[in-house]
């Protein structure tokens, strides 16, 4: 999660949201941006409270009312979900996913916009319908829902053995130099 959140805070300058998005605010910090954090449901997940008390720590500010906070921010980190999501958007998602989809306020999703289904992209019908991030970042590798992605996309994270590369027949971008992130081109219906 250290070395995803490093690559999320590469990919710009952002106000984040989830795990990665934790770890990515408290880099976005120690690089001279001013993040808040926004949980839509809190957890009582251990590794969740560490982060959360390491950036409150720092005075790094959370808030509970995100809609008023897309009027000060100029970029938004969307790290709810990720490739683990399934089924249907519930509350209290729904309002902050409408709101995302809704924004002028770039978006940069870590590995799948909420609200999309890893294998089929975004939902038929709903909130996320109409749901199209400014960037995407894809961690490890791109996932199959990246032939429905039309904005900019990044491959991050130099944290994936050659060997697990090779055994799932994985096509691992260069990184230059000390970059975790990579930008990286799209064609429809290919998942690299």
Excluded: C
């Amino acid at each position: 999660m250290e070395l995803a959140g490093l690559s999320v805070s590469q990919a710009g300058e952002w106000h984040p949201k989830g795990g990665d998005g934790l770890v990515a605010a408290r880099h976005l910090w120690h690089y001279g941006y001013q993040p808040t954090i926004y949980f839509p449901k809190k957890t009582s997940n251990e590794l969740y409270d560490r982060l959360a008390t390491q950036l409150k720590n720092l005075d790094i500010p959370f808030t509970e009312d995100f809609e008023n906070s897309l009027t000060t921010s100029n970029h938004v980190v969307d790290a709810i979900f990720g490739f683990s999501f399934s089924g249907e958007v519930r509350d209290p998602f729904r309002d902050v996913i409408a709101a995302m989809e809704n924004t002028k306020v770039p978006v940069l999703s870590v590995d799948a916009p909420s609200s999309w289904s890893i294998e089929d992209g975004p939902p038929k019908t709903g909130p996320g319908a109409k749901f199209m991030p400014a960037t995407l970042i894809s961690l490890t590798a791109p996932k199959p829902l990246v032939k429905h992605f039309t904005g900019t996309h990044f491959v991050g994270g130099r944290f994936l053995p050659p060997s697990v590369a090779e055994k799932y027949d994985l096509d691992i971008p260069e990184y230059k130099g000390v970059d975790q992130i990579v930008e990286v081109s799209v064609q429809k219906g290919s998942n690299t």
